[in-house]
DNA sequence: TATTGTTATACTCTATAACTATA
DNA sequence: TATAGTTATAGAGTATAACAATA
């Protein structure tokens, strides 16, 4: 067990001998750091069209469910009714999609994408699959399958429990 | 693909039929709203203490090497040397730990946890081996080990690449 | 009264640039 | 010249409270 450090060889920095303790066995510490991995893949390969992750969640939404609310989007992606506002202002003033009054009820408003909009959802999609591969070249599609059962598991059981939504 | 949704019962606000399409299938959706679900119970968990995911892990990383610099707990956690500083600040404010003047190199700080800050970890162990017991409560010993070691492979994978951190 | 969208506000996390004092 | 810590600043994301218009 001779160890060669004796006061730090003052030639190289040294900076690497940080132990994690318990961290790399934390599923919130481990989820984050991939998590935000995977965001940052998603950034780099949306950086070109200027589209973040919530933006294109967003116009998911809309392009499933064409009229719907605000405040169904707010329920549907854990978004709260306020902070979705500068979200569907920016799309609107980007030309992505519009706030048409809607018929019933004049409080909300029915939203859809503009035909611009549209046609760039089969390039986000083609980008989105792009990404998607990133990942999974990494871990597999039985992988991907397995992760997105656990993922399933802890997000259905730990965030039931009351509204997302508003306060 | 025969689906059930003729022209919308018109009695209730309808409020919860929104398709999220392929959302449910793309791993950074998925991991984002598992992510956000596993910190929200840490803070719930962690309330009456006051301590944030983030705070948590630079206790741990000073509890595990004592001594060690900013830029050392900057690298190890991914964490930008810049928004490192009100974070110690916070935890030094409070009395947890202590930035001492390193011997051999003057412009950078050791740290240590103070007593008060080493007594507390024992605390804040507890409460995450609780937090833990929660999230495997739902996926079993075996579905946490085998989500971090996917997790591991996307963050390793997607991560790397260059410097972490500072700019 | 309750709901829909909105505004205002605040706090956390993340990111960049530039400064200082040391090395 | 490079490194350690700091400051300032900016942008997202998330959170609450309160308001006007409408139901």
Excluded: C, W
């Excluded at 001779?2 to 003052?10: F, I, M, S, T, V």
């Excluded at 318990?22 to 481990?30: A, C």
């Excluded at 399958?145 to 965030?159: I, S």
């Amino acid at each position: 067990m001779a160890d060669k450090r004796p006061e730090q060889p003052a030639g190289e920095p040294s900076g690497h001998q940080v132990s994690l303790g318990p961290l790399p066995g934390l599923i919130g510490y481990v989820m984050r750091r991939a998590q935000l991995a995977v965001f940052q893949d998603f950034m780099r390969g949306f950086a070109s069209v200027d589209i973040r992750p919530a933006q294109y969640a967003v116009l998911i939404v809309i392009e499933q469910n064409p009229g719907l609310k605000q405040s169904q989007i707010s329920t549907a992606l854990g978004i709260k009714r306020a902070n979705l506002v500068p979200l569907i202002d920016a799309l609107e003033e980007r030309g992505l999609a519009t706030r048409k009054s809607s018929a019933g009820d004049r409080r909300s408003y029915a939203l859809h994408l503009t035909s611009k909009g549209a046609s760039l959802m089969s390039h986000l999609h083609a980008l989105r699959d792009a990404h998607e591969a990133r990942v999974i070249s990494r871990i597999g599609p039985g992988g991907k399958a397995e992760l997105l059962r656990l993922l399933g598991l802890v997000f259905d059981a730990t965030a039931t429990g009351g509204g997302e939504d508003d306060g």
